[in-house]
């Protein structure tokens, strides 16, 4: 993936955000979708530039992935590519809208839908630390 360039061309919506997401790595709760293939083993680590998001995941069905996205209020606009345990690449886009859990910790509710082949779901991810 080429995020460093996908950057670039949105530096100029670049502001600070509410939310701190740099180095925090979150779990899957549950993750509803025919075509799913995160699950619960697997752990996303993120890394924030004022309101650019990215992660690396990997874990369970997942040998690796990537999200690339912008926080903007209490939602984050995502693009996602990961290969999966059997070599299979697929892409996608998602919507997330963050919540403040009671002990502090972020929650993410996450609606995906593939590009490259069909299906959709619901996630959601909450803050490990």
């Not at 004022?50 to 984050?76: M, T, W």
């Not at 502090?104 to 490990?128: H, N, P, R, S, V």
């Amino acid at each position: 993936l080429y995020y460093q360039r996908m950057a670039k061309s949105l530096l100029t919506e670049n502001k600070n955000t509410k939310y701190d997401f740099n180095n925090k790595t979150f779990r899957v709760i549950k993750n509803e979708g025919e075509t799913a293939e995160v699950n619960e083993e697997t752990r996303f680590h993120f890394f924030q530039e004022k309101n650019i998001l990215y992660a690396q995941y990997h874990g369970g069905l997942i040998k690796h992935g990537e999200f690339f996205g912008v926080a903007d209020g209490d939602s984050i606009h995502f693009y996602y590519e990961q290969e999966n345990i059997h070599g299979k690449k697929n892409r996608g886009q998602s919507v997330d809208s963050i919540n403040i859990l009671q002990n502090g910790k972020i929650q993410l509710i996450d609606k995906w839908k593939w590009e490259t082949k069909a299906g959709m779901g619901i996630c959601i991810l909450e803050e490990l630390h």
